[in-house]
């Protein structure tokens, strides 16, 4: 928000990104019945993915901070219950209920950066029915999303792993929020960092950056334009090269190159856009080492993806960092999950869906995860929370009675771990294209639940 | 923003929709060059689509109200300038520029809710070098995203013509502003309204909602969870059943009906969530045909999109309004365009980038669209501005000197334009699956400009 402009941005279409009513609408209708009712009982709902994306054999789960963030802040300020009323969305002892509304439940969740397949319980929530229910259109929402991103990213890790890689998607990223947590979520996964200057300052990420065609064209000459940029960088001089024809911007690069070293201007690296990047980057390479400047690194971008980055680095492309944009920024092949936020107990009682397609594991589940002596993944084991077992559970307690429990983690800290995460990863799973199914194992207990609750709902 | 934590929110993850820092750090790269240097001329930059995705034959612009307001707004704030120093992202002259920043150029563009093609000029941007610059990242990012959105929900209006269309996507789209503009698009190409609150409310939408299986699950037996929620609702009524059986949901809602009756509670209608919905539709229909309650109505949601709606409607599933999520909120088949915001003058010469596949059309343009006698288009020439022509041009001035030139279109008006866009389309556009290519012409006065930007710069 900008200064000087509150009173607007209640009612504007700026994101309210704490505002209970980032919600659908069947939320109110069905608290109005629990309300009216006192269905307060406790309510355990589960976030997962029923199916991974067919192109996907892991995900790396993310959004878990944004998450507590939003459960920690939402409140309905006057003006909207205001106007859910005058809209006839809430009524009666709603109105009150809204008034007063707190989320105050526990949380329980795999920590972002973890590695974590379908059907794994990725967040829990243990809240009074009502509570329970109305934060679910953003749960969802802000789990889904970097869970995508920081899934798509991890892809581009394992394709270029000893590269530079860097968030250049914000332009065609589905919105202001959704170019701030993507370029999150990228970091997490491992990028080295973001061109989105907000996500920098927001996020404190790394930030990189280079030049535009444009400012070539603005220019009388290409080779004007380079000096001009290299002159006021100073340092950290990075010049795009293929606005009019790349080998020949290369080697004006190279003629320009001792003119700017008798003012002390190293020319750090230089930018392909466009056009075939594995034979252009060879030949570039040939210029500029030729001409006396093999510490100029080649950058490269326009139309990448993990597809392509596995592509280029097998060809031995001497290309040493990558921008990428939008393909990772809307995770073109990915761009959703099949994910779900679903009610696992009420009242002290197991609950299951069992709708075509769309059946659910009932209870409070755990993640039991078995590790190879090598350190990789061996296999894992849906259980009740309550199951004693050998491997240690991945879900923790982080938020109790709505307050958070740990103090924030740092982005770094989440990074280690998503590193550590994905070098745990079976060889079989690491493949951008061969599908492998993980074993995930689905205990007794928790089937032997699933059935006491369809004798119960015949 | 929420009451009381403004202090806050300025370095939050929370979407500070008009910082100009929501822009790539190039951008200030080049500022810092283009500042130092006095290059302040006038700059013409101009919005369009390179090619459309693999299955569409047309777009449908939107997002221009949002890039006015940003335009309209854009301003650093004393921290916001104090932090990119400190990072040494600003320095020198372009530090009292950027605490001085306001956009005052001109704007030109076509009318969100017009159809469009590829090649063509949607907005045009007319601001001395820097400010025309600086605003690029966010102008893509808006008017990318809406478009997209527009387009796809144009699709599904095809495919359904007379039903009730309603945007469920919130959930899984990408943030929270994506799930606002989403449902404005929607709305725009000719849904009826979506379930997203929020987004009901800062644009006035009509507001759409039933119940999730979560409630039934909470009750005891289905039959009590429909008895519940119809008595807490009174009006608008709309029962879920397919939590454990749809058929046997039916039935359910068929013996129940004359209960409700005698309370004066009418069934709207149910909706089913799962399995074969052409199936299930016409066995519900039956039932409730059979029952007594021909008034009731059927409403169908889950993983729907143009394509099963062309199909369900083909195949006379008895469906009389749909709940469309995450494929329109992602577009999941075209999440992105191929799109860019590219300089075609400065300083009173026409340019043009070269390379390899991203080569651009000079100068400041306009799209004339012929008319067919029976009101279809019958084809577009993109000319210079200054080309006098029978038909009319497309482009029209919006924002003067950084100030809206017209107050505010409402959201119908914008609606009924598309509307009648949408109805010009010629019969061979309307495909949902099979490609057609629209004529589209670049105007000899273009080509010759193109052709002596080439031969200036050889």
Redo the contacts between chains.
Sequence with gaps: ???G??AK???????????P??????????L???V??E?HGE?V?EFFVRRLPPRRNFLLAAGLE?LL?FLE?A?F?ES?VA??EA?G?AKGPLIQYLRGFKFAGDVYAVPEGTVVFADEPIVRVVAP?PQA?LV???L???L??QTIIATKAARSVLAAPERLLVD?G?????????????A?AAFVAGFQGT????A????DLP?????????V??HG?EEEAFE??AR??AD?VVLLI?????VRGAKKVVDLIPRLSESGIVVRAVRL???DLIALSKAVRSILDAGGAPEVRIFASGGLNEYELERIVMAGAPIDGFGIG?DLD???DA???D?AY??QE??GRA????????ATWPGRKQIFRRFRTDGTFGGDTIGLETESHADTGLMLPVMRQGRRLHSRESLCTIRERAQLSLASLPASLRSLSVRDEYPVVISANVRALAAEVDAR?P
Tied chains: 1, 2.
């Design positions: 928000m900008r200064e402009t509150e941005e209640e009612v504007s279409w700026r994101s309210a990104t704490d505002s009513l980032l919600t659908d609408l069947y939320q109110f209708t069905m109005h019945a629990y009216e009712r269905m309510a709902f944004q963030d802040n409140r300020s909207e106007w859910l809209k969305h029915l229910q679910e259109s953003r969802v929402n802000l889904n999303f250049f914000m332009r065609r990223a589905h919105g202001a929020e959704a170019a701030l947590l993507a999150r061109a989105t200057v907000l920098g300052r927001v996020f930030l990189y950056g280079t030049m535009a065609h444009s400012f064209q603005a000459t001009a940029f006021s960088q950290n293929d606005t009019y024809d790349t856009d466009s056009g939008t809307v995770s073109t761009p959703s999950l994910c679903k009610l009420y009242d609950r299951r869906k069992r709708s075509t397609g769309k709902m």
